[in-house]
């Protein structure tokens, strides 16, 4: 439990340098936008008479489809197109994102998705915004917390939530060091507190980062999101790690 505060004990005495470096990087770094085409599509990979499958999409930047073309390119359709090829059915899906969104921001969009049929796979995706923002991490575990309770009225019995893991930080281009290796300790923390909370509760998977953001094809221009490549290398992961789960029950 010490190491939680370990972030905080480094970063203290080294604060004048990081806030510095911090608004360098902002002003330094190219601001992606958003994509702008529609959040939502469905994906007809079957022939035969199969039952639809639903996804969807929650989280920061990547799920608004910053440092790609469209939607189509972003995680949630990724996702979607990995589990259609993997399964050979339709999928239908859904992006609920917004760049600079904190994990505290999920639970007020979510009310506009309660009307709408209960999802079989949710992606959860945050944690860079809370990881730059220092959010506690008593607050950032409280917010899962109460996120994946309010989840649970949306889903199946045989749905599940996936946790993406948030991005290594300490290797984004965009970054300089020190404050690199102290976001990338910070990351890892809120990191653990996703793979505990999965650990704790049924229904609700936890998957480590699985792009290579070392790799510069992996990255967008602006050194901070994953590119169209990151993005379906990661998202053939989380379809894997779905459909693992699915094998076992």
Known sequence: MKFNFLPELVA????????WQGRRARTGTPRLPEASDQAYGR???????????????IGESPVAGVGVANYKEAITAQLALALANKLDVTVEWHAL??????????????PDLRSMAAWDVILVAFGVNDTTSFCSVNSYRAELHCLLDELQTMMEPTSIVILAGVPPMQVFPALPSPLRQVLGMKARVLDQINSEMAASRQQVLHLPFAANLQDVRQMAE?????????????????????????QEK
């Open 97 to 110: 994102g917004q760049n600079g969104a904190r994990l505290a921001w999920a639970r007020t969009a979510l």
């Open 43 to 57: 994906l007809t990979h079957s022939n035969q008479p199969v039952d639809n499958l639903r996804v969807l999409g």
């Open 222 to 246: 602006d050194g901070y999101h994953p590119s169209a490549l990151g993005v379906s290398i990661w998202a053939e992961e989380l379809a894997k790690t779905f459909l693992q789960n699915r």
């Open 12 to 19: 203290a005495p080294l604060y004048p340098l990081l806030s």
